[in-house]
């Protein structure tokens, strides 16, 4: 069914077809000619700079000389660069904030649109909308105008006497409009859910409510259950997604990470490293620290998932 | 023979009240009945009575669903509505002024922000569309022969090259950003559109390997079955049989790698420096950066600019794109 599916099910059923090998691979020739665009898209484009990567992260280089191997002194480097840390500290808050936001509201409002209501597709488009437009520049340009001192936000809040603060300006409030802006955009989370939601079999609630049950105990005894593996699928993808952020904090701070560091995503600081200061070696080496991080949460998940998410079949 | 014909109308009518008498001794007896039920049965007929009443309130509780709903809309797009006003407003005003009510239709702010770069903002549309061409171009062309393989022949490896393609969608982009951006500018092809489209030319968005898989897999083999015993070879089934029948996969592609390809700001601003090779993100940006306070007008309309064509696509392509997420799941 999904992409996560797919792996776990790759995962769990090897060699399935270890006796018809001869069969298997009848089409070998023709197969690799039809591959051949990905093969070398995956070798040139992703694996090789992959290694590449690897290697530059023990070296220093900058990109006008060829690179010299420095041995673990960008690991060093990492484990003592103070705004590395705030970086990690600004991203895990807007990861493990934002994402839960995001998915709750996705469920909420799947939970209220289902099964054959009027408008229904109306309003999940105008739901949807935002997740479409969310990653654009213009609309962060649209967050910096309203969450701004003199703001849509704060021209409301005058309306009934509240000086609002400058959100953006403020480094205690600024990272809080960016988790705004990924809640915003619950939309396409929120189209699997509501794919999810059809598919739990209309008898279980029907048999159940025949029982007495509350609507509440239906949604914790039926529906969380049956959604299970939709919620791991949404939670793992949006956890990926949210640690890869960028262009709102970019445009916001004006490519800063400002004020005082306080929206420095991991991803602006590797682009600054890399991109700003030319410091291809340490960018390199912050790059996989990502790499490791997003692995690391993505095999939490798998793991975890085990004690909460339920498979019918 | 009056009598006879009226006869059964009053029957009727008695019958009719007849069915409300009979209804109370029904429920009278049933209510008796149900002090003799066994529990389990008896709550089951509460169950079903209470579900009577509930219908009653149906209607409301309908109302007020569409109510809470149409609230949570209204907040999401109102910051959006409340952009398009503002374009039309003068920049004073839009930083005074919540409401939408617009008094005078001022189009100012779109020829000020047209013209307010080096180039006309049309022509960094007209970049971006290049861009956006060849990305969709790359990527039908690839991902579609990739995924014939993926789902039709059988070849060596291909469980391990399934599972590497799978993973490579959740890989992030900045670990092989950099050295990516060395190959490529030792190729002379910083400041081109090469770095944004040839990727796509070489499958790298995998995802839509995957979403045209799951629609390969969809399709009856015996319909390829039929065209090799009609002595059709694999690049014929591919082009004439398979082909014709993903359009609606393939749509779902086109209209995805628009959106994203217009959207793509990382990109854009790692390989295009020069001006007169900007994209519409990059270009927008470097308006942000140009203008002061003074001129949000201008840069609200330019926003308005790029988000319109990524409107446009969602309005006519909404069936495909809800169907590629709910069939695949990504953004």
């Not at chain 1, 969310?134 to 509240?162: D, E, H, P, R, Y």
């Not at chain 2, 290049?130 to 990305?135: A, H």
């Not at chain 2, 015996?222 to 049989?241: C, K």
Request: proline share 5%; glycine share 6%.
């Amino acid at each position: 069914m999904s992409a996560l599916g797919e792996l776990s099910r790759l995962k769990t059923s090897p060699g399935r077809g270890k006796t018809k090998i001869k069969i298997k691979h009848k089409d070998n020739k023709a197969a690799y000619w039809f591959l051949l665009p990905w093969l070398v898209g995956l070798v040139a484009i992703t694996i090789g700079p992959m290694f590449m990567s690897l290697y530059l992260s023990f070296t220093d280089y900058n990109l006008l000389q060829a690179p010299v191997w420095s041995g673990f002194e960008n690991i060093v480097r990492m484990m003592e660069d103070a705004r590395l840390h705030n970086s990690l500290k600004v991203t895990f808050i807007y990861v493990l904030v934002g994402v839960p936001l995001q998915l709750a509201l996705a469920l909420g409002v799947a939970m209220l649109l289902d099964r054959g209501m009027r408008g229904l597709a109306i309003y999940r488009s105008i739901f949807y909308l935002p997740s479409l437009l969310g990653s654009s520049v213009a609309i962060a340009v649209l967050w910096k105008q309203i969450f701004g001192t003199s703001g849509l936000v704060n021209q409301f809040l005058a309306m009934v006497g509240i000086q609002g603060p400058g959100w953006i300006s403020d480094p205690n409030t600024a990272l809080g409009t960016l988790i705004l802006l990924n809640v915003w955009t619950f939309g396409s989370p929120m189209i699997i859910f509501l794919a999810a939601l059809r598919q739990v079999p209309v008898m279980y609630y029907e048999a159940s409510s025949i029982d007495g049950a509350s609507k509440f105990r239906q949604f914790i005894t039926i529906t969380l259950p049956m959604i299970s593996p939709i919620i791991f699928f949404n939670l793992v993808l949006q956890v990926i997604g949210a640690f890869q952020s960028f262009t709102q904090a970019f445009i916001v701070s004006g490519g800063k990470g400002g004020p005082s560091d306080s929206t420095m995503f991991f991803t602006l600081y590797l682009y600054q490293q890399g991109f700003g200061r030319f410091d291809m070696g340490y960018a390199s080496a912050i790059a996989w620290l990502l790499v490791v991080i997003v692995g690391a949460f993505t095999a939490i998940n798998f793991l975890a998932s085990k004690y909460w998410v339920f498979y019918d079949d | 023979m009056t009598e006879q014909i009226k006869s059964p109308v009053t029957d009727d009518r008695k019958a009719a009240t007849g069915t409300d008498e009979e209804f109370e001794l029904i429920a009278a007896q049933a209510a008796l009945d149900e002090e003799r039920l066994p529990r389990e049965q008896r709550n089951r007929l509460r169950a079903l009575r209470r579900r009577e009443r509930k219908a009653k309130w149906s209607v409301a509780r309908s109302l007020l669903k569409h109510l809470m709903i149409i609230a949570v809309a209204a907040v999401m797009i109102y910051p959006l509505l409340w952009m398009v006003v503002s374009s039309l407003r003068p920049t004073d005003v839009i930083f005074r002024e919540p409401g939408l009510f617009l008094q005078t239709f001022q189009w100012e702010n779109y020829a000020e922000g047209w013209t307010a770069l080096s180039h006309p903002f049309g022509h960094f549309m007209l970049n971006s569309a290049i861009v956006v061409l060849g990305s969709i171009i790359g990527n039908l062309v690839s991902c579609s022969m990739a995924a014939y393989a993926f789902a039709r022949l059988e070849f060596r490896f291909k469980g391990l090259f399934f599972a590497i393609m799978l993973m490579t969608i959740m890989l992030p982009i900045h670990v092989i950003i950099v050295p990516q951006y060395i190959m490529f500018s030792q190729l002379g092809w910083v400041n081109t559109f090469l770095p944004l489209i040839v990727p796509k030319l070489l499958a790298t968005d995998a995802f839509f390997i995957f979403l045209m898989v799951q629609f390969i897999r969809g399709i009856p083999r015996d319909i390829d079955e039929a065209a090799r015993i009609d002595g059709a070879g694999h690049p014929r089934i591919f082009l004439q049989v398979i082909l014709p029948l993903m359009v609606p996969a393939l749509a779902t592609t086109t209209i995805f790698t628009f959106i994203w390809t217009w959207s793509d700001f990382f990109s854009s601003l790692i390989y295009l420096t020069d001006p007169d090779m900007f994209t519409v993100p990059v270009a927008l940006r470097a308006f942000v950066d140009a203008t002061s306070e003074s001129n949000w007008g201008a840069l609200f309309a330019m926003s308005i600019v790029t988000l319109l064509p990524v409107f446009i696509a969602f309005v006519l392509g909404q069936k495909f794109l809800v169907k590629g997420i709910a069939t695949t799941g990504m953004k």
